[in-house]
């Protein structure tokens, strides 16, 4: 079945820190890839998307680009701050409409000052 | 706008006795998604509905667990005769009809944490 499999935290940093969370994929078809965030006592909220191979997502100074060949959608960002400190979700969704979104496990990042 | 919206946020409940989880989706969304989270578990699949009929009810762990939604709209999760096994937060996320939008983002609740005791 399609899966996702992310790195596990956590993931401890400094500020000004290089940011990398690792996710690939295993999936049927050809899917969109997410990245979702959850912040200390907030609902999961989409960071950032890539709809098909090659596409690069960004947002906030996070970044990620879709690797079809090595099925692969790594988060990014070149100088994390303290308030990037959250769970960080790597997702997939197949095509063809009554798709389920299939998430990894989550890997909790905490950027220390 | 208004977002997805849980109720309740919190609950306790004894072992035995059944509960409900209420979502109230984003207005015009059609797909609406029942996921758990247990600490270290991730996001689990539960259930996923397209309008009042749910396609997909592959990740229902038990016979105890049903779902329902009426209008198109709310969506509850009932849970039977609960075990401690069940504590965890439940969240609900909905989103746009995606078969013309298989690229559109879930937006979440901020979840129930249910506690059985």
């Known amino acids: 079945g399609d899966s996702v499999t992310q790195m596990e935290g956590p993931v401890t940093l400094s500020e000004e820190a290089f940011l990398t969370i690792n996710c690939t994929y295993t999936a049927t078809g050809y899917p969109s890839l997410f990245w979702y965030v959850q912040y200390p006592g907030e609902g999961l909220q989409l960071l950032l998307k890539a709809t098909k191979a090659d596409d690069k997502g960004s947002n906030k100074g996070f970044e990620a680009t879709y690797r079809k060949e090595t099925t692969s959608f790594h988060l990014e960002k070149g100088s994390v701050q303290v308030s990037d400190s959250a769970v960080y979700f790597c997702?997939?969704?197949?095509?063809?409409?009554?798709?389920?979104?299939?998430f990894g496990i989550g890997t909790k990042l905490q950027v220390i000052p | 706008g208004a977002g997805v919206s849980q109720s309740p946020s919190n609950k306790v409940t004894e072992k035995g006795k059944d509960v409900e989880l209420r979502c109230d989706p984003i207005s015009g969304h059609t797909a609406l998604y029942w996921y758990r989270q247990s600490l270290g578990q991730g996001l689990e699949f539960l259930i996923y509905?397209?309008?009042?009929?749910?396609?997909?009810k592959s990740g229902l762990p038990s016979d105890r667990f049903s779902a329902e939604r009426t209008g198109g709209s709310v969506s509850t999760l009932t849970i039977q005769r609960t075990q401690q096994e069940d504590s965890a937060v439940y969240l609900c996320?909905?989103?746009?009809?995606?078969?013309?939008?298989?690229?559109?983002?879930?937006?979440f609740g901020n979840g129930t944490r249910l506690t059985v005791t």
């Open positions: 509905f397209q309008g009042n009929s749910a396609p997909d």
């Open positions: 997702a997939l969704r197949l095509a063809g409409g009554y798709q389920k979104v299939t």
């Open positions: 996320a909905s989103s746009l009809d995606p078969d013309s939008l298989y690229n559109s983002p879930l937006h």
